[in-house]
C-alpha cells in the first residue's frame, strides 16, 4: 500500500455542502483537512442528483442554484487549502495512537487528528427501477440527474417518482419539455403540499400528464435511444407512453455497513451523535449533516452548516485542551 504519512487535522469524509462548509469552520480555527468522496467532483447531491434545481432556504439568498451553492462553499473553503481525495471510498480506519490512519480504495492511507462524517446520505448510488435492458439506455435515454436542462428542450419525458425529486423536475422541466408524464405507484406523493399542488394543477391544465397508480414496466427502443416506456396499473394492465427521456427519481441507495465495522453506531441508516458537538460513540470520530441523527433532528442543509460549527469546535478542544479559544466572528477575524 502506498503511503503518503502527511498529518492533517482532520479528514472529512463527504465533499457535499456540509462537508464543504466543515473545512471553513476548521480552518476558522487554525485547522488542515483532507477531504474525501465517492464521486469524482465536489457537490455531493447537489452535484450528481440536481445542480440545476434552486434551493430556497439558504440564508442571504432567496433562491440559488445546487451548483451555485457547491461553487460558493468551495471558493469560501480555498483560502484553507483542504486536500481532496475524490473518486474513492473509505474502506477503513484505524487508531495509531493519537491519529487515525484511513484507508480508501485507491490503496492510499491518509492521517488525520480527528474525523468528521458528513456522507449525506451514506455511500450511495440511484436507486434503479428493475427495468430490463436498463444499463443500454443509461446515460443516453435514461439519467438519474438532470445536469443540463436543455438537453431536455421539446422532448417527451416520463418521470417515474413521488417524493420531492420528482415533483421539483416536473416543475423545473414543464416549460422546457414538449411533455411531461409523471408516473407514480400512488394517488399521494411525499413531498410538500404546495408542490404537490402545482403539479396537479398541471395536469388539470392538460399541461402534463399524471399516470397514478402505476409503475414502470418496460422500456421501448434501440441502441440506447429510447422511443416509449410501459407502464403498467395494480390490475397489470400495461400501457407505453411515447418518450425520449426517462427520468426516475427514487432517490439513493444508502450503504454505512463499513461504518459500522469502524464500531460507530448505527441506527436505521443513520449514525446516532450527540446533538450538543456532533460526537459519535467514538472519542474523535463525528458525523453531521444528513446521514447524523437525533432526536428531533431535522434534515435541512442549514441544520448540517451548524453541526459542522459545532464539531469544529468540539474537535478545537479535542486537540487543544490546554489552548483556551478566544472566541472571534468572522467580521472580526477575517479568512486568510
Not at 436542462?149 to 421539446?154: A, I, L, S, T
Request: glycine share 8%; charged share 20%; hydrophobic share 45%.
Amino acid at each position: 500500500m502506498t503511503e503518503q504519512k502527511v498529518i492533517k487535522d482532520v479528514a472529512i469524509i463527504g465533499a457535499g455542502p456540509v462537508g464543504l462548509f466543515a473545512v471553513f469552520e476548521c480552518g476558522m480555527l487554525g485547522f488542515s483537512a483532507h477531504v474525501i468522496d465517492a464521486l469524482p467532483e465536489i457537490g455531493g447531491q447537489c452535484t450528481a442528483l440536481y445542480p440545476e434545481k434552486p434551493i430556497y432556504d439558504i440564508p442571504g439568498f432567496p433562491s440559488v442554484q445546487a451548483e451555485d451553492l457547491i461553487h460558493n462553499l468551495e471558493q469560501q473553503a480555498a483560502p484553507f487549502a483542504p486536500e481532496y481525495h475524490l473518486a474513492q471510498h473509505v474502506q477503513n480506519v484505524a487508531r495509531e495512537g493519537d491519529i487515525w490512519r484511513i484507508e480508501t480504495s485507491k490503496q492510499s492511507a491518509l492521517y488525520a487528528r480527528a474525523i468528521i462524517i458528513a456522507a449525506g446520505a451514506g455511500a450511495f448510488g440511484p436507486n434503479r427501477p428493475p427495468l430490463t435492458g436498463l444499463e443500454e439506455y443509461e446515460e443516453h435515454s435514461v439519467f438519474y440527474a438532470v445536469r443540463n436542462k436543455e438537453r431536455f428542450r421539446d422532448a417527451h419525458i416520463v418521470i417515474g417518482g413521488g417524493g420531492d425529486s420528482a415533483i421539483d423536475w416536473v416543475l423545473s422541466l414543464v416549460g422546457i419539455a414538449a411533455h411531461i408524464t409523471l408516473v407514480h405507484r400512488r394517488d399521494k406523493f411525499r413531498a410538500a403540499p404546495d408542490m404537490v399542488a402545482k403539479v396537479k394543477a398541471l395536469a388539470e391544465q392538460g399541461k402534463i400528464t399524471l399516470a397514478t397508480p402505476y409503475q414502470l414496466k418496460g422500456l421501448e427502443g434501440a441502441s440506447g435511444k429510447l422511443s416509449g416506456v410501459i407502464i403498467a396499473d395494480l390490475e397489470g394492465v400495461q400501457k407505453t407512453i411515447a418518450a425520449d427521456y426517462l427520468l426516475p427519481f427514487y432517490g439513493l441507495a444508502t450503504d454505512l455497513s463499513i461504518v459500522s465495522k469502524w464500531g460507530v453506531d448505527v441506527e436505521h441508516h443513520h449514525i446516532c451523535v450527540n446533538p450538543r458537538n456532533a460526537l459519535t460513540n467514538i472519542d474523535g470520530i463525528y458525523a453531521i449533516g444528513d446521514v447524523a441523527t437525533y432526536e428531533d433532528k431535522l434534515k435541512l442543509i442549514l441544520t448540517g452548516f451548524a453541526e459542522a460549527a459545532q464539531a469544529a469546535h468540539s474537535i478545537y478542544k479535542q486537540l487543544k485542551p490546554d489552548t483556551p479559544l478566544h472566541f472571534e466572528y468572522s467580521t472580526t477575524k477575517g479568512v486568510p
